[in-house]
């Protein structure tokens, strides 16, 4: 009995997502066609379907999970330690001491180079 619930489940998930898909493209499209009307009706109008059609997908297990993943995300950027404005500036100045150190470092090492080949060649 329960591998009928799970074909059900998914038929149906598959039948909602394919929904909210069309309900989409048909804000898309309405945005477009319309393109004589108000800008501001079309925008209402094309996020009023968008927020039916994520409502609607988001009553699927694959909305559900991404719903749960993003409130993971959430809670793990709050959970980050961010650099005060001091290290920021002291690591952006190490940064940009390497490189300007490597960049002398490969013209000189060109000039070498340029000079061996020279030397070399004739």
Excluded: C, H, N
Excluded at 16 to 37: E, I, P, R
Excluded at 40 to 69: D, H, N, P, Q
């Amino acid at each position: 009995m329960s591998a009928k619930a799970e074909v059900r489940a998914v038929t149906l998930d598959t039948l909602k997502l394919s929904v909210s898909v069309v309900l989409l493209l048909v804000g898309v499209g309405g945005f477009y066609y319309y393109a004589d009307q108000s800008q501001l009706y079309r925008v209402l109008g094309l996020l009023a379907l968008t927020a039916v059609a994520i409502t609607i997908s988001s009553t699927t297990a694959k909305g559900r999970a991404l719903w749960a993943f993003m409130q993971d995300a959430r809670v793990e950027v709050r959970k980050m330690v961010w650099p005060s404005r001091a290290e920021t500036v002291q690591t952006t100045l190490v940064v940009f001491l390497v490189v300007i150190v490597v960049g002398i470092f490969l013209w000189l090492l060109d000039m070498l180079l340029s000079w061996l080949v020279r030397f070399v060649i004739g």
